[in-house]
Nanobody, 124 residues
Framework: QVQLVESGGGLVQAGGSLRLSCAAS????????MGWFRQAPGQEREFVAG????????YYSDSVKGRFSISRDNAKNTAFLQMNSLAPEDTAVYYC?????????????????WGQGTQVTVSS
């Protein structure tokens, strides 16, 4: 079992930055591949970024590539999402998720554990 708690969301102006954190419980955080997803009102949950266990490969959706950066600190059981050059279309609830696989996935159903989400609002 892994419990995930996101933090760091808030209101920011377009062009600004935020850093989201995802704190995981348990001692096996390093064995999970982590993902960040987001969901805007009336839309499906979409993949934002992923970081694998082991070789720590990173993956991004085309919409955030070059602006967002995912990382992890296994010693602190925490994953991060650094978001730069934010735009109003980035407004959504952001979720972190964990899966017990060495591979990343863009499919939300591939993840075993989810946090409660944190709201990110970007004003124009």
């Amino acid at each position: 079992q892994v419990q995930l708690v996101e933090s760091g969301g808030g209101l920011v102006q377009a062009g600004g930055s935020l850093r989201l954190s995802c704190a995981a419980s348990g001692r096996t955080f390093s064995s999970y591949t982590m993902g960040w997803f987001r969901q805007a009102p009336g839309q499906e949950r979409e993949f934002v970024a992923g970081i694998t266990r082991g070789d720590v490969s990173t993956y991004y959706s085309d919409s955030v590539k070059g602006r967002f950066s995912i990382s992890r600190d296994n010693a602190k059981n925490t994953a991060f999402l650094q978001m730069n050059s934010l735009a109003p279309e980035d407004t959504a609830v952001y979720y972190c998720a964990a899966r017990g696989s060495r591979w990343s996935s863009t499919d939300p159903s591939a993840y075993d554990y989810w946090g409660q989400g944190t709201q990110v609002t970007v004003s124009s």
